[in-house]
């Protein structure tokens, strides 16, 4: 009977760890953001939400077939009444070089792939999350994407020659997600999933049941949608889903369709113990989600009031939070005549008595007023506006006094639900700051989030500024990005608390990932460290080639008081890099140094001295000897990292220093990438084939080698000649580029070494050089 009641015990406690589990909060990371009105970054979404007017904009140049069907007269068979919707500012500019896509690629890809790559990245250095390819980080991709209508601009049927491989991955929706991960190299699990409108909440749906199931440690939640194509904007125009003023009048009695927007937003998430343990910035917690389907309704399409109950009633549930403690929801609100009283209905159903009982009205509102209903994507930017509305503190205003009166379809007097005509501070009367997040889409999916605001253990005094100095380091792919991202972290750091700065360096230290062009100072206060930084960008940045000093050389006195003395120094300046109570000084203060990445011997000295530490960088001997580790330490580090060594730098973290998300991200250098959008109702011409280089008989090897690096050129649309000192894979080559290569060679060559003679990630001088080698010795015999 002992046993059988120790058995009951135990698992009673497991069906609790597992109950648990099944519903453990989610915390929100890092966000990134390309939204309408040129808003890049979620200060200025905040600005923007807390502001005025609307990001609405007429149709751009850049989309003639979007212009050439408006009509504004509803009702015309194969045009459009919509001339505005919420447009991004630039669509056609990215970093292709960055993300080692060649130029032929970049042009063809969808620019929803190309935004994505970008905020993913940005997102990721906000949550401190250090992206190296080789790493495989376990990160899963959810994303939410209905349409890509880009290379429509190559159907022609007259002419199919501007058709290649990237016509498939440069459009295809299951490529957005793919991309991301392909390109930075994660192992979770990768979705795309469109369930028209409510699809980014579905997205997130999928990645809080994939983190809480341990499929991946990080999660993407992406949505994105633009506007690119005339076939949908006509057949919602005949439809008349769309307001002919082209704005979603969210719960207005003007309401009369909604507004279409574009944009991308992206969240990380992780479970929140792991982000409390790693010490990211947590932004907001995600309590529970849920998602069904009308099922039955009157029309696939038409909305369902007792699904939507259902779908907020089980998010409520899986977040065990009860009805009276929401404080606001961000809804729908699409501004349709149908839609909107529905919604408002469904949330009065679930949430209505409980309000009423508490006495304090429910606010509600729905952003897609001010940007345009992003659809597949507008479940993102309804996330990103409440975790920042959590962040704050704050209810933004959800209509103007010019908007006129609220819908007369949806009977206010009667509901204790408003619709704020100004910014307001969250109420006192509620305990806790809980957020609900609708989204229905037109497939008949609904979704529902519920959100909170971070409490965290009892917040931890900011590290106590040490006097020795701070390590602080930058890095770029080019020279041009470095200039830019010092001067940002120059700016950042002239307006930077000094007790922040032991976390802000941790942050630069461990939170990005190090590129060729580097940059370290060192300096012992934020103004310190921005004149260092600023000095130094202003000299000479020459790019590290390849990998730097791999070995250091702890030269040991034979006096070991003096190499104890090193370490208790060392210890003391970094407690979590050295231990100074390990009962043997030498053997702990080169683990201690090893940790900080380079392999170290020791080796001892025949004289008496200090403790010395020897290492050569580019066939130059350096020899420093460690008097005082706490402030030659990080002067030491500095050196190395500019010189080109992996460093890894955790060790040098300040006791209390924490993951900063508010710092500079990479500036990407961006080049116009586009296809330009053939005139509506008639093909193009074929383009003439252009002239490539004049390949050279084989007798001579340098000669066909010359030709096969211009080929390259040619193949991977390269705006300039071709570094052979990069790998073929670095240069933006992929698998179909390589076959496309071969195949133009094989027209004036005959190729006999097979693929697996030819690895792409040798450096195009000796992978050619090969190539070529083998194309005149085959010639010869």
């Known amino acids: ?16 760890e597992l109950e648990e589990e099944r519903h453990a909060p989610l915390a929100v990371v890092g966000t990134a953001l390309r939204l309408p009105g040129g808003l890049d970054s979620p200060d200025s979404y905040w600005e923007f939400l807390r502001g005025s007017g609307t990001a609405y904009s007429e149709i751009p140049e850049d989309r003639p077939g979007l212009r050439a069907v408006h009509d504004p007269v509803p009702g015309r068979p194969g045009r459009s009444y919509v001339d505005r919707a919420g447009f991004l500012t630039d669509i056609s500019h990215f970093d292709a070089e960055f993300f080692g896509i060649s130029r032929r690629e970049a042009k063809l890809l969808d620019p929803q792939q190309r935004m994505l790559l970008e905020t993913a990245w940005e997102a990721l250095e906000r949550a401190g999350v250090a992206v190296r390819r080789a790493d495989r980080l376990d990160v899963g991709v959810y994303l939410g994407m209905m349409a890509s209508e880009y290379t429509e601009r190559l159907e022609d049927r007259s002419d199919l020659t501007r058709i290649d491989p990237y016509y498939t991955t440069g459009g295809g929706l299951c490529f957005g997600a793919g991309r991301i991960s392909h390109v930075m190299g994660f192992r979770g699990p990768v979705l795309s999933v469109d369930t028209a409108c409510s699809s980014a909440l579905s997205a997130l749906h999928l990645a809080v049941r994939g983190l809480r199931g341990g499929e991946c440690r990080y999660a993407l939640v992406c949505g994105s949608n633009l506007l690119l194509s005339a076939n949908l904007m006509v057949s919602l125009c005949q439809t008349r889903a769309l307001s002919p003023e082209g704005r979603s009048k969210s719960f207005l009695a003007s309401a009369d369709g909604y507004g279409r927007g574009e944009g991308v937003g992206v969240l990380v998430l992780m479970r929140l113990a792991d982000a409390e343990a790693e010490g990211r910035p947590v932004l907001a917690v995600v309590r529970g989600t849920a998602v069904n389907h009308d099922g039955a309704a009157s029309g696939l399409t038409v909305p369902n009031g007792p699904a939507q109950q259902e779908v907020i009633r089980a998010a409520l549930a899986d977040a065990r939070v009860e009805p009276g403690e929401i404080g606001y929801v961000e809804a729908h609100g699409t501004g349709t005549v149908l839609g909107d009283p529905i919604e408002v209905g469904a949330l009065d159903g679930v949430l209505g008595r409980a309000v009423r009982e508490r006495g304090l009205p429910l606010a509600i509102g729905s952003v897609k007023s001010r ?15 409440a975790v920042l509305m959590l962040q704050h503190g704050e209810i933004p205003a959800a209509r103007s006094a010019e908007d006129g009166e609220l819908n007369p379809h949806i009977p206010w007097e009667r509901l204790r639900i408003t619709v704020p005509d100004r910014n307001h501070p969250w109420p006192d009367e509620l305990d806790r700051r809980i957020v609900g997040v609708n989204s229905f ?10 959100l909170e605001s971070y409490r965290g253990p009892e ?65 012992s206060g934020p103004g310190e460290l921005a004149e260092a930084l600023a000095a130094a960008v ?6 590290v080639a390849g990998q730097g000093p791999h070995r250091l050389v702890l030269r040991l006195p034979e006096d070991t008081v003096a190499t104890a003395a090193c370490l208790a120094a060392l210890a003391g300046a970094f407690p979590a890099l050295a231990d100074a109570s390990a009962t043997d000084p030498a053997a702990a203060l080169a683990a201690a ?10 080796a001892r000295s025949t004289e008496p001295g ?112 071709l570094d052979p000192e990069r790998s073929f894979l670095d240069s933006g080559g992929d698998s179909f580029m390589s076959t496309l290569f071969i195949t133009r060679v094989e027209e004036h060559y005959r190729v006999g070494l097979t693929a697996e003679e030819l690895p792409l990630d040798l450096p195009l001088t000796e992978l050619l050089g090969r190539l070529a080698e083998d194309i005149v010795a085959g010639a010869r015999a």
Request: net charge negative; aromatic share 4%; glycine share 10%.
């Open 371 to 385: 940007i345009g209903h992003l659809e597949a994507g507008s479940g993102a930017a309804a996330l990103l506006k």
């Open 610 to 721: 200090p403790v010395r530490l020897e290492w050569d960088a580019g066939g130059t001997a350096h020899s420093t000897a460690l008097t005082d580790p706490a402030v030659q330490l990080p002067g030491l580090l500095a050196e190395l990292f500019t010189a080109g060594a992996d460093l890894a730098l955790a060790g040098l973290r300040a006791p209390g220093a924490r993951l900063l998300g508010d710092l500079p991200t990479y500036p990407f250098q961006r080049r116009r990438y586009w296809v330009e959008e053939p005139a509506l109702g008639g093909g193009s011409a074929p383009a003439p084939a252009e002239a490539g280089p004049v390949a050279p008989e084989p007798v001579d090897a340098a000669a066909v080698q010359a030709y096969l690096l211009a080929q390259l050129g040619a193949v991977l649309d390269a705006p300039e000649a």
């Open 459 to 523: 917040t931890a005094p900011e590290p106590t500024a040490d006097p020795h100095p701070e390590l602080l380091t930058l890095s770029a792919k080019d020279p041009v990005a470095l200039s830019e991202l010092a001067d940002a972290v120059v700016r950042y750091l002239k307006q930077a608390d000094p007790a922040r700065l032991p976390s802000l360096c941790h942050t630069l230290r461990t939170g990005r990932a190090v590129f060729a062009h580097r940059i370290a100072v060192t300096g």
């Open 441 to 450: 889409g037109m497939s008949g999916t609904n979704g529902h989030a519920v």
């Open 593 to 602: 140094l090893g940790a900080l990445g380079p392999a170290v011997v020791t």
């Open 1 to 16: 009977m002992e046993d059988q009641l120790k058995l009951s015990h135990r698992l009673r406690n497991r069906v609790r």
């Open 538 to 543: 202003r000299g000479p940045v020459a790019a």
